[in-house]
């Protein structure tokens, strides 16, 4: 039978691991985030111009006035475009591991900061939105045996 204190020490090094605290993270994100949308979508809203039909329909007519000539550029140069695909995806795909890299350990830091395993400095706590301070974690000092 597993003893209380195995369990313990068994979910405090699961609760250590790199993926808790990414996925911490990203709930820290997620609620920023939504706290930020109705604000947005009020910004959005006021900003939204709602176009005149005269000018859309002027538009429109010089769209499709342009659309033969812009057939026949997409049609010479595909033959170029095609073949340049393959080092096109290998680069596209280079940066997107390295910028999904760099955002999973950002989003570990901020886990571990609202987990209490990292620095932390006075701001909104991370989970309920009320003013902390959250200190710098440090190991503890060693047990002496006595003599």
């Given at each position: 039978?597993?003893?209380?204190?195995?369990?313990?020490?068994?979910?405090r090094k699961?609760?250590?691991?790199?993926?808790?605290?990414a996925?911490a993270?990203?709930?820290?994100?997620?609620?920023?985030?939504?706290?930020?949308?109705?604000g947005?979508?009020?910004?959005?809203?006021?900003?939204?111009?709602?176009?005149?039909?005269?000018?859309?329909?002027?538009?429109?007519?010089?769209?499709?006035?342009?659309?033969?000539?812009?057939?026949?550029?997409?049609?010479?140069?595909?033959?170029?475009?095609?073949?340049?695909l393959?080092?096109r995806?290998?680069?596209?795909?280079?940066?997107?591991?390295?910028?999904?890299a760099?955002?999973?350990?950002?989003?570990?830091d901020i886990?571990?900061?609202a987990?209490?395993?990292?620095?932390?400095?006075?701001?909104?706590?991370?989970?309920?939105?009320k003013?902390?301070k959250a200190?710098?974690?440090?190991?503890?000092?060693?047990?002496?045996?006595?003599q």
């Amino acid at each position: 039978m597993i003893g209380t204190n195995e369990v313990i020490t068994e979910v405090r090094k699961l609760a250590g691991t790199k993926p808790v605290a990414a996925a911490a993270g990203a709930g820290v994100a997620a609620t920023a985030a939504l706290r930020e949308l109705p604000g947005r979508l009020t910004k959005l809203s006021q900003e939204a111009a709602v176009p005149s039909w005269s000018a859309a329909v002027s538009s429109f007519n010089g769209t499709v006035a342009t659309l033969p000539s812009a057939v026949t550029g997409t049609v010479t140069t595909l033959p170029t475009v095609v073949t340049s695909l393959p080092g096109r995806w290998a680069g596209y795909v280079s940066t997107a591991r390295t910028v999904a890299a760099d955002r999973y350990d950002k989003l570990a830091d901020i886990g571990r900061e609202a987990l209490g395993q990292g620095k932390a400095t006075q701001t909104k706590g991370a989970l309920n939105g009320k003013t902390t301070k959250a200190t710098k974690t440090t190991k503890p000092a060693p047990k002496q045996t006595g003599q």
